[in-house]
C-alpha cells in the first residue's frame, strides 16, 4: 500500500510540472493586482548645499531639563534652591546693615557717653558710702560676708541669705538669722572677716538675734579712700578714652583732617567729665571733714 501511495505523489508531480511548461504566462495589470506594493512617482528633490545644512551640536540636559522640575534634587535642583534661599539672607543683611553703619560711625560718640555715665553711676555710689554715718559699713558690705555652714565643705553662703541685716541706729546692726543652726556659722564668718573682726553678741530675749557694732573710720582713712577712688575714676575715664580713639584709627577710609576731629571731639568729652570728677571728690572730701568736726 504504501509503494502505491509514493507511485500516486510522483505522477501528480510530474502531471502539474508538465501543465505549467505548456501554460502560457498571463501578466495583470499593475491595478489588478493589489497584492503588490504601489509604485510611487519619482518626485524632484530641492538640491541643498552644505553649507545651508543644520549643524548638529551635542545634546546638553542642563538647558533643556528645567532645575526645578529636578524631582532626584541633585546638582540642578540645588542651585535653584540656593539662589531662592539665598535672596532672603541678602536682602536682610542689607537691613541689618544701615543699623551697623550708623552703629560705626566715627564721628558718633554716644557708645562712649553711655560708657561714661555707667562708670559715674558706679563711683558716685562708692563714693556716696564714704559720706553716711557709719562708713563704708552698709547693708550691701555686711550681707555679703561668706558663711559656710559645714567646715567640711567649701561651699559659702552669703550672710544676707541666711538672715536679715538692719541698721539699730548709729554704727550698732541688727542680724536676724532665719535658722537657730545658722546662728554659729554667722558669728564665726564675722570674726575671721577683716572688714569686722570683731564677734557678735547674742540678744538675750531673741536668740537669732545678733547685734554688732562697726568701729569709726578716721577721717585721714575716709578722705584718702575718696582720693583713691577718684583716682581710678580719672583712670578708667582715660582708657575708655583710649580705647575709643585706637578704633577710631583702624579705619583707614578716614582722612588726617577726619581723625584731627575727632581727636579733639574725645578730648573735649574727657576733660568734661574731670571736671565732674574733680567737682564730686570736692564736695566728698568737703562733707567727711565736716562730720568730723
Not at 567640711?152 to 538669722?177: D, F, H, M, N
Request: hydrophobic fraction near 35%; aromatic fraction near 4%.
Amino acid at each position: 500500500m504504501n509503494s502505491l501511495r509514493v507511485a500516486n505523489s510522483l505522477v501528480r508531480s510530474t502531471v502539474t510540472a508538465a501543465v505549467l511548461r505548456t501554460t502560457p504566462c498571463i501578466l495583470l495589470p499593475q491595478a489588478q493586482r493589489p497584492w503588490l506594493p504601489q509604485q510611487l512617482p519619482q518626485q524632484t528633490l530641492p538640491l541643498r548645499s552644505f553649507s545651508h545644512s543644520p549643524s548638529l551640536s551635542k545634546r546638553n540636559r542642563k538647558e533643556e531639563e528645567p532645575e526645578e522640575d529636578d524631582p532626584r534634587g541633585k546638582k540642578g535642583g540645588k542651585k535653584s534652591n540656593k539662589k531662592e534661599k539665598g535672596g532672603a539672607p541678602a536682602q536682610q543683611q542689607q537691613q541689618e546693615a544701615q543699623p551697623s553703619a550708623a552703629a560705626e560711625d566715627p564721628f558718633n560718640l554716644d557708645p562712649l557717653i553711655a560708657l561714661f555715665q555707667k562708670t559715674e553711676s558706679h563711683y558716685t555710689s562708692q563714693l556716696a558710702l564714704l559720706r553716711s554715718p557709719t562708713g563704708r559699713f552698709n547693708v550691701e558690705s555686711i550681707g555679703a560676708i561668706p558663711v559656710s555652714l559645714d567646715k567640711k565643705s567649701t561651699v559659702t553662703y552669703r550672710l544676707q541669705e541666711l538672715a536679715t541685716v538692719a541698721p539699730l541706729g548709729g554704727r550698732r546692726w541688727s542680724i536676724l538669722a532665719f535658722e537657730e543652726a545658722s546662728v554659729k556659722p554667722i558669728i564665726s564668718a564675722v570674726l575671721k572677716s577683716p572688714d569686722f573682726n570683731q564677734q557678735p553678741q547674742r540678744n538675750e530675749e531673741n536668740p537669732l538675734e545678733l547685734t554688732m557694732t562697726v568701729e569709726p573710720e578716721k577721717v585721714d582713712d575716709l578722705v584718702k579712700r575718696a582720693k583713691d577712688l577718684c583716682t581710678e575714676w580719672r583712670n578708667k575715664l582715660r582708657d575708655e578714652t583710649h580705647k575709643q580713639e585706637t578704633h577710631v584709627k583702624k579705619n583707614k577710609s578716614l582722612l588726617k583732617d577726619d581723625l584731627f576731629k575727632i581727636k579733639e571731639a574725645l578730648k573735649k568729652l574727657q576733660d568734661e567729665r574731670m571736671k565732674v570728677v574733680a567737682n564730686k571728690e570736692k564736695e566728698v572730701v568737703a562733707a567727711i571733714q565736716s562730720k568730723a568736726k
